[in-house]
Nanobody, 123 residues
Framework: QVRLVESGGGLVQAGGSLKLSCAASGRTDSSKAKAWFRQVPGKEREFVAAISWNGGRTGYADSVKGRFTISRDNAKNMVYLQMNSLKPEDTAVYYC????????????????WGQGTQVTVSS
């Protein structure tokens, strides 16, 4: 199995930046495609960004494109989400996800999920 642990969340003013990290442990050879999702109370989980196993392919939600950057370091079993120009509407719990076998996943059908980290953006 693979365990995913997010970190880096916190409180930041609008226009600021945060960098989220997701550390994978366990059978990390079974974690290939990775992604970030977010969720706010009363709303469905929202796709944020995805990255292929080797980092060669990325995808972003329209709401974050140009502001957020997903990256990974396979030697460290880490995936990151650099968030710039943060807006109050970015406030959410951010979740890291990983897939066992797929090189890239379209949608939300991932095998492993982290516990989430809170990001709060104040006006």
């Amino acid at each position: 199995q693979v365990r995913l642990v997010e970190s880096g969340g916190g409180l930041v003013q609008a226009g600021g930046s945060l960098k989220l990290s997701c550390a994978a442990s366990g059978r990390t050879d079974s974690s290939k495609a990775k992604a970030w999702f977010r969720q706010v109370p009363g709303k469905e989980r929202e796709f944020v960004a995805a990255i292929s196993w080797n980092g060669g392919r990325t995808g972003y939600a329209d709401s974050v494109k140009g502001r957020f950057t997903i990256s990974r370091d396979n030697a460290k079993n880490m995936v990151y989400l650099q968030m710039n120009s943060l807006k109050p509407e970015d406030t959410a719990v951010y979740y890291c996800a990983a897939d066992r076998f797929s090189a890239y996943v379209v949608g939300s059908d991932y095998d492993y999920w982290g516990q989430g980290t809170q990001v709060t953006v104040s006006s």
